[in-house]
């Protein structure tokens, strides 16, 4: 109900509302038996006055699609928060424009100076970029992919594109031209918006191979080479100037909220991306629904937008959430992951922050570094702290409540002051996710009175299907489900490890012209199987133990999850930066290890030692200052040190099976450049096993020579 407390007065009248519950009323969907919603309007809005009809659902038979005009049933209940109204896209937009119309939108930096978009001028300008869309010829139901990073562009362009009956579609800036061509081609893109030359030169290459594109919009830097179908950022938002207000709200009137208004592409790791279509009810449901659990606050809420806004988490925090609660987005500059994104955070001061553990844990080395210099008296002090802090959070985390002597001082000696000093002082919620994080990185944090809350979700599942709180969360768990949402656990194990399952209206329509794909993901019943193998505890908190096609499964047979393993390698030796698990259908586990290095301003890493390994070569009497170093040298303090390491985890595992038997320093790290680790600085398996096979061919030489 906190909408209509929120904008009653301009968006539902008393009358209305009566109506929209009598027709919830007629029309009782559970999940076991979802009736069909062919054409029903479900709600009226009013809006600047207005009487517009909220939603008729367009004709639908099943709870998926795999065809672009396809439209589907909504997993709707007959009460709680899976009965809402549903609504589109534009809906949302104007409830928040209507309410918050001159609140700040959009905050970016121009020449150094930050420069602010209000939600009218928002608004007005991704009706502006609709109109220039539908000049250029976008199709209903085609796609508008964008490539570029976090910009206001890349917002306007993907709004303006769903208002215009297109399908928005981000396109990863790490993309090769033929990656490119892949989901260009698949979303019948009529334009692409591209972020500068690099990006631009990119489709120039593919362009004869895409017969649906009719435009190419740049929109940062000077165009070098001229043609019909290539505009600026300017030309584009003019060149729709004379597509009549009537033309638009025509198109705007007839989009669904069951209907296709964006598509998010799969990595593709094992084959060709999946194009994960979303519905207008998927977005707009789930940003108030995990709007709701983390406790947003209508106009008071800031953000900060920096990781790949191709990915569902980005634009479910950063576009949809923010719409829904009028919050304020600000963006980082381009080179935020290399570096900048600490500097941008202590300017803007976020209310929550979203990080990939990633960056959380080059916080956390940052930090060890600027401690580790510290004077003693000031690293007892550290020291003395985090006890408490530790303490304090573990006591909040199992509901005691209970506040240790000294809180008060660590607080204002430390913690606040280490807030302060990362521009997390105001945020209400620190947030990790998109890829496991270890259980040291989330002590850490907690020892510094900065608990991660962990969420979980998937592309297939809109953004976020488990989210953890600050008066709710449990170690290593990854929350509870979204309210309006439920989990299943399928064919479990004794100990209560299954397949788990989603079901709610953040799950997607189907993968775009796969129904093969589709019948995979989604069962019969309307249960998307998430491939993640997981379990509950007493309390109904969610915890990961792996994922389906990432067991590695021994010659003798045994199921072994890797990312335990090699978080606990991680964890006992801190100069790792990626361990990678080997051994399926092998007879012992392997282990490919590489060393934390300095990355340079490309996101490559060097041959260059991070500081914490010079730091621990100095304490060995190692003069190596280069990975290429240790390896030549196989420095035996350093090799022996990471044996030990490897002694103490196999000291703790559950079988002589998940004990690791060799590993093996590579000679670089991974990186999204070459491949290893996706946008959200995800490992990607495959193609680390088939960059490396002659090492790991390496490792197994005298067993296989031994079974010949």
Aim: charged content about 20%; hydrophobic content about 40%.
């Amino acid at each position: 109900m906190c909408i209509i407390e929120c904008v009653c007065s301009s968006v539902f009248t008393s009358i209305l509302i009566l109506k929209a519950l009598n027709l919830a009323d007629k029309n009782q969907k559970t999940h076991s038996n979802p009736e069909s919603q062919n054409g029903a309007v479900v709600g009226t809005f009013s809006l600047n006055g207005g009487l517009l009809p909220a939603v008729a659902l367009a004709p639908a038979e099943q709870l998926w699609s795999t065809s672009r005009d396809k439209a589907v049933r909504l997993r709707m209940e007959g009460s709680g928060p899976a009965s809402e109204t549903p609504i589109t896209i534009h809906h949302m937009f104007l409830e928040t424009v209507n309410s918050f119309g001159d609140h700040p939108a959009l905050v970016f930096k121009k020449e150094g100076q930050w420069v602010t978009l209000t939600w009218k001028q928002y608004y007005d300008q991704c009706r502006a970029a609709a109109k220039s869309f539908l000049k250029l010829g976008l199709k209903r139901y085609h796609g508008v992919g964008i490539l570029g990073f976090n910009s206001p562009e890349w917002f306007i362009s993907d709004v303006g594109c769903i208002l215009a009956g297109g399908l928005a579609t981000g396109i990863y800036t790490t993309n090769t031209p033929e990656a490119c061509l892949y989901v260009a081609a698949n979303s019948k893109a009529n334009v692409l918006v591209v972020e500068n030359q690099k990006q631009l030169e990119k489709i120039l290459q593919v362009k004869d191979q895409l017969p649906d594109l009719k435009a190419i919009v740049q929109y940062k830097g000077e165009l070098q080479q001229k043609a019909p179908d290539l505009y600026t950022w300017e030309e584009f938002m003019k060149v729709g100037e004379d597509v009549s207000e009537e033309r638009l709200n025509a198109v705007i009137d007839s989009l669904r909220a069951n209907e296709c208004c964006t598509l998010i592409y799969t990595s593709g790791t094992t084959g060709n991306p999946k194009g994960v279509m979303l519905s207008h009810d998927n977005v707009t449901w789930t940003a108030k629904a995990a709007g709701s659990m983390t406790q947003m606050n209508y106009a008071e809420e800031v953000v900060i937008s920096y990781l790949p806004l191709s990915h569902v988490a980005a634009q479910m925090s950063d576009i949809w959430v923010c719409m829904k609660y009028a919050g304020t987005t600000y963006f980082a500059e381009p080179d935020a992951l290399k570096g900048s994104l600490g500097t941008t955070l202590k300017e803007v001061r976020p209310t929550s922050f979203l990080g990939v553990p990633r960056v959380w844990e080059k916080m956390e080395e940052k930090m060890k570094s600027v401690g580790a210099k510290s004077s003693s008296l000031k690293k007892n002090i550290a020291n003395w702290a985090k006890s408490i802090g530790l303490q304090y959070n573990n006591s909040m985390m199992i509901g005691e409540n209970v506040v240790p002597w000294g809180f008060m001082m660590a607080n204002s000696l430390v913690f606040k002051k280490v807030r302060a000093a990362l521009g997390l002082d105001r945020a209400k919620f620190c947030f990790t996710g998109a890829a496991p994080i270890t259980k040291d990185t989330l002590e850490y944090f907690m020892s510094l009175n900065i608990p991660l809350m962990e969420v979980y979700g998937m592309s297939e599942s809109s953004g976020p299907h488990t989210v953890s709180v600050n008066n709710d969360y449990c170690l290593t768990s990854c929350g509870k489900v979204m309210k309006g949402c439920k989990t299943k656990l399928s064919n479990p194990d004794k100990d209560g490890v299954g397949e788990i399952c989603f079901w709610g209206r953040h799950v997607f329509m189907g993968y775009l012209d796969m129904p093969d794909k589709t019948a995979e993901a989604v069962d019969q019943d309307g249960w998307l199987h998430s491939g993640d193998l997981g379990k509950h505890d007493q309390n109904e908190f969610l915890f990961i133990t792996g994922r389906i096609k990432e067991l590695v499964i021994t010659a003798g047979g045994e199921n072994i999850p890797p990312v335990p393993i090699e978080n606990a390698v991680k964890s006992e030796i801190p100069i790792i930066s990626n361990a990678v698990l080997i051994g399926d259908k092998l007879k012992f586990l392997s282990m490919l290890l590489t060393l934390k290095c300095v990355v340079d301003d490309n996101g490559e890493a060097t041959d260059d030692l991070h500081p914490e390994v010079i730091a621990f070569c100095q304490q060995h009497n190692i003069t190596a200052t280069k990975v290429s170093e240790i390896i030549a040298k196989k420095e035996p303090a350093m090799y022996n040190s990471i044996q030990e390491g490897f002694e103490r985890v196999n000291a703790k595992a559950t079988s002589n099976a998940q004990k690791v038997q060799k590993w093996i320093i590579l000679d670089q790290d991974f990186s999204v450049a070459r491949g290893q680790l996706g946008p959200t600085l995800k490992l990607r398996r495959p193609v680390v096993m088939k960059m490396y096979q002659d090492k790991i061919n390496e490792m197994y030489a005298v067993e296989r020579s031994t079974q010949g």
